[in-house]
């Protein structure tokens, strides 16, 4: 039977149309509302499996304001409506639908959109199953390995760091008899790496006394609920002196998820994961922890059995051999600034499943590397991993390249050929630039997506494959899809699970150590033991870092050769960003659209402080490819001169 679902539209004759169209295709429809209020309604009579939300409707309430109330309720929905600019789609992509139809719509198009969007449901529902049995497992083992009590949470802390991403973990006991509480807490530095911090490093970190510390573990905030604390509401929580205050305030902590754990003989064990990021806990994660108290709930009753939490926890840094480090999981991958470690801790995630993966991020912020690590800890490593890009090959050769062709099949296909997609059967094919596909082809790899299986060019018959999809892009696919350059239904087949990756300039803590480690692969490939001066790496640190690791890798090993003895005095840096005059006002001449064009980048240039790539850039201004705005920068002959 499928889904029944609710139509939320206030136009009359096309909620009538989808109706129909639903019927039609074998769906029930619950009821239609032409208002939020009345959708709310027809929401308390019958839950619908899904709804249907056109974006503008009567009322002052829009679609958006409908679907975040959806999203309370747990019921998914998909947006239609004619509206695809850009605003619109970042404000409803907020809110997480699970598909976006736009309107006007075929038939096809509305069947297509609702099977994604039953696909996406199954595989967050799938998701969040496999990690409590994950969580479990683990749970398990830490029970049954004979550590202390610190060491047992510990190992408590990196297992939970799978299912929510935190920077500070605090695990506190409060008795019934007793009023303070005893804590123990980590903080995260490396992947699978915690410091943890007693008293005595508190009392360092923070310059202040054991006294001031006992007053504040005194401060005790009620319990009872799980609770998620983000923006105001975290910072109003932390203007009164508390431990909160202090971590929040040396630790640069802006967001907070609690869970108090009420064990059998009364006593509560509060977890507080605190995050960086301003809005690392929503109700989602609130939702998935909630599904966990039971199995933490018994865990941790177990952990009490085999041994107290101490009252006064010594502080060291806590290196646990049971779990792997980071230069296992992730051979030379180079970092472990926050950002960092949040695309690992999404990576072990999603690795062992087959979801498809969309890996974001600008040009050389390490995307394939990162498609590597994923098909490296899934269970296909074993498998082929094949690559390709989509934006180095002709349009017209991508089709045969990806599919593979008969002999004959079109001129000059003198031999049978297999696609990259066969030659990755059983392994993991990953499309980098699969912004740049052809829209013609986008529709053969949604078939491949959905029907799992190719077809060569001039065969006759399909052939099945069995491939893990992780592709890749530098650009803004919504863009791309509220341009018309990219389908919208296969855009949501491939955004299953996004993966962010940082620039460059959104983690300079990272340069040294990336620095440090491209000096070593200079000084193996050079024969020398190179080492980089504190002034270079400071202006490595100003920078701006417009192509990321890449541009880095680069400039070290050319600052390497250029060297003259074994210390990298400088790095060759190119030359300030600078920029042409804009032409001066015409006058009463005429300007050709050239020179408006000229002037028009000139302009955004300027204001861009001649950066062209990356997030504030020239090409982001313009709404341009970077690559494009480049080449138009050579073709109009803008030159570089100080501004
Ligand atoms: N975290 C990292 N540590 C060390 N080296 C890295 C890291 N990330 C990327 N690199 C190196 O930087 C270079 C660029 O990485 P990669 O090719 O994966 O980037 P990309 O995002 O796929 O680039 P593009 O979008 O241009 O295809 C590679 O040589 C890669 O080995």
Redesign the pocket.
């Not at 030379?332 to 970092?335: A, D």
């Not at 040009?363 to 590397?369: N, Q, V």
């Given at each position: 039977m499928k889904q029944k679902i609710l139509i939320v539209e206030d136009q009359f004759i096309e909620a009538n149309d989808i109706e129909i169209m639903l019927i039609k295709a074998g769906y029930q429809v619950t009821g239609i509302a032409h208002s939020v209020q009345q959708a709310l309604q027809l929401i308390s009579q019958q839950v619908p499996e899904l709804v249907l939300v056109d974006i503008f409707l009567k009322g002052d309430r829009t679609g958006i304001d409908l679907a975040e109330i959806l999203r309370e309720k747990n019921i998914p929905f998909i947006f239609v409506s004619a509206n695809s600019n850009h605003e619109v789609l970042v404000a409803a992509k907020a809110t997480q639908p699970y598909g976006f139809i736009v309107k006007p719509f075929r038939e096809r198009d509305l069947t297509v959109t609702l099977e994604i969007a039953q696909y996406r449901y199954e595989n967050s529902v799938e998701a969040a199953v496999r990690k409590e049995d994950v969580l479990t497992e683990k749970l398990k083992q830490i029970i049954q390995c004979k550590n202390s009590w610190e060491e047992k949470m510990q190992q408590t802390a990196v297992a939970l760091q799978h299912c929510l991403a935190f920077d500070h973990i605090e695990v506190a006991r409060k008795s019934e008899a007793e009023a303070s509480y005893t804590a123990v807490s980590f903080l995260r530095i490396g992947f699978n790496e915690y410091q943890q911090l007693g008293l005595n490093e508190l009392q360092t970190i923070t310059k202040t006394t054991m006294k001031q510390l006992g007053e504040l573990q005194n401060v005790i905030f009620p319990a009872e609920e799980a609770m998620t604390f983000s923006g105001n509401e975290f910072a109003e929580m932390t203007q009164k002196p508390s431990m909160r205050k202090l971590i929040a305030e040396h630790f640069g902590m802006k967001s907070l998820l609690v869970l108090p754990l009420k064990l059998s003989n009364g006593e509560i064990i509060l977890f507080s994961f605190y995050s960086r990021k301003p809005d690392a806990y929503k109700r989602d994660q609130l939702v998935l922890m909630k599904t966990f108290r039971s199995i933490l709930t018994v865990a941790v009753e177990q952990m009490f059995l085999m041994g107290r939490m101490p009252a006064a926890v010594t502080a060291r840094v806590a290196v646990n051999s049971a779990v792997s480090s980071q230069a296992a999981l992730f051979p030379?991958?180079?970092?472990k600034s926050p950002r960092?470690l949040e695309v690992f801790d999404n990576i072990t995630q999603v690795a062992p499943a087959d979801t498809t993966v969309l890996i974001l991020?600008e040009?050389?912020?390490?995307?394939?590397?990162i498609a590597q690590s994923i098909h490296d800890l899934s269970k296909r490593s074993k498998q082929p991993f094949i690559k390709i890009n989509c934006a180095a090959l002709p349009a017209n050769l991508i089709e045969s390249e990806l599919f593979g062709h008969e002999k004959g099949a079109f001129t000059g296909a003198m031999d049978k050929r297999i696609g990259k997609f066969e030659m990755a059967n059983k392994g993991t094919i990953f499309l980098?630039?699969i912004g740049e596909m052809p829209i013609e082809l986008q529709s053969k790899l949604l078939r491949v997506l959905q029907e799992k299986e190719i077809e060569r060019i001039g065969a006759n018959a399909p052939v099945r494959i069995d491939v893990r999809i992780i592709t890749?892009t530098?650009r803004s696919l919504e863009k791309e899809v509220a341009a018309g350059r990219f389908r919208l239904d296969l855009y949501y087949r491939l955004n299953i699970f996004p993966v962010s990756?940082p620039s460059l300039r959104e983690r300079k803590e990272d340069i040294p150590l990336?620095a440090e480690?491209f000096v070593n692969l200079c000084s193996q490939k050079l024969g020398k033991s190179l080492q980089l001066s504190p002034a270079a790496l400071d202006s490595a640190m100003d920078y701006d870092w417009p192509g990321n690791?890449?541009e880095l890798?680069n400039l070290v090993e050319r600052s390497a050769v250029i060297a003259k003895g074994e210390l990298i005095t400088r790095l060759h840096l190119p030359e300030p960003p600078v920029v042409d005059e804009p032409s001066p006002s015409p006058g009463f001449e005429f300007m050709t659209n050239e020179d408006n064009e000229r002037d028009h980048i000139i302009r955004a240039l300027k204001k861009c402080h001649g950066k062209v790539w990356g997030a504030g850039g020239a090409a982001e201004l313009l709404d341009l490819h970077p690559s494009t705005l480049n080449s138009k920068i050579k073709k109009l002959g803008i030159r570089k001169m100080p501004f």
């Open positions: 030379g991958i180079i970092g960092l991020g040009s050389g912020t390490g995307k394939e590397r980098d630039e890749a530098n990756l990336l480690h690791i890449r890798e």
